[in-house]
């Protein structure tokens, strides 16, 4: 058999089991603020959070065709079909080291960080394409920024609006809310997320002459749609405790708010055709709001772990990338 089809048929089984772990690594962010508040039971946020997570993803393609070209032209890559196993060995490695420590790091910056050491590995730093490159790294760092002054304001106004109101009556109405807004959450994290892998398996195809366009087929969409569902609904236990009751003692104004911020962030990033990560994203949209709820209220101790990780995700994967790299091509 071709060993190009054997690398090709390989990368497909890991991104399709990247997007899994992402499903079951993120689920948390989605759905952390509804459990803590006991606006739905575990279980049924998980059924809603994989199902809106699959409708999410076969909804959109532009993220996915950022991922195949905007990070290295995947027609001129030597040795193509290795670097991107390798970054998807990477990437997988990070996500299940985070998940298992139960810390909300970011599977965007993994496999995005993980993409750049291969290619680098394997063909230098003049294979980067800098200008893509770089405006994703922008919306990597600038939309969790934005995430917390959108979730400060938000959760302002809602004060404001409801400063008057009876606070029990008040939040039983935003518990109902909130069901609303974590299929909301849930469908944003799928248009976003459930791309990346798309982007990598339409890459592969392209590295493999085997299409010759950055279209991404229809059952890659559908394929990669299902893998998220399947690990969403998994769940992410250890994340869901962190996000969800770590940062700051959540109530339903505050996951309103919360919910709604993120998911304006995060589809606004889908719309232009940028990947985000969901996980900094929604985490950032609770510290605004937990700062305009009550400074002293955040646990900052956490925060400063959370972003901690976040800054290290992405010169780790890249150095993980480039390792696997040169195992992989040593063997294949």
Excluded at 9 to 27: E, K, M, P, Q, Y
Excluded at 257 to 286: C, K, M, N, Q, R
Excluded at 299 to 312: D, E, S, V
Aim: charged content about 10%; overall charge positive; proline content about 2%.
């Amino acid at each position: 058999m071709d060993s190009l089809f054997v690398l090709t048929i390989l990368i497909v089984i890991f991104a399709l089991a990247f997007d899994f772990i992402n499903g079951f690594h993120d689920t948390a962010n989605a759905i952390a603020t509804s459990v803590s508040t006991k606006a739905l039971k575990p279980r049924h946020a998980i059924i809603l959070a994989a199902v809106m997570n699959f409708v999410g993803a076969m909804t959109f393609t532009g993220v996915a065709k950022t991922i195949t070209k905007d990070i290295a032209d995947p027609f001129k890559l030597d040795n193509g079909l290795v670097v991107i196993l390798a970054a998807l060995i990477a990437g997988i490695a990070w996500n299940l080291i985070t998940w298992y420590y139960g810390i909300p790091s970011s599977s965007s910056h993994a496999i995005i960080g993980a993409i750049a050491g291969a290619v680098i590995a394997s063909s230098g730093f003049g294979a980067i394409n800098y200008n893509g490159f770089i405006k994703i790294i922008e919306a990597l760092l600038i939309s969790p920024i934005l995430a917390f002054v959108v979730g400060f304001i938000m959760y302002t106004i809602i004060k404001l609006v409801f400063k008057d109101s009876n606070l029990s009556k008040t939040n039983k109405q935003f518990r109902r809310v909130q069901i609303l807004t974590a299929a909301v959450q849930s469908y944003t994290h799928g248009t976003n997320d459930a791309q990346k892998a798309m982007g990598i398996i339409t890459m592969a195809l392209i590295a493999a002459n085997l299409q010759e366009t950055d279209e991404v087929q229809f059952w890659v969409q559908l394929s990669c749609a299902i893998a998220m569902g399947l690990g969403t609904s998994i769940g992410g236990w250890k994340i869901i405790k962190t996000v969800g009751g770590k940062i700051m003692k959540i109530r339903p104004v505050n996951g309103v708010a919360a919910d709604l911020t993120g998911a304006a962030i995060i589809f606004g990033a889908t719309y232009i055709h940028l990947p985000v990560s969901t996980t900094h994203v929604i985490s950032s949209s609770i510290l605004g709001v937990g700062s305009a709820h009550r400074v002293k209220g955040v646990k900052w101790g956490t925060a400063q772990r959370m972003i901690i990780t976040w800054i290290i995700t992405l010169p780790i994967s890249a150095a993980l990338g480039a390792i696997m790299y040169f195992i992989l091509d040593l063997f294949l």
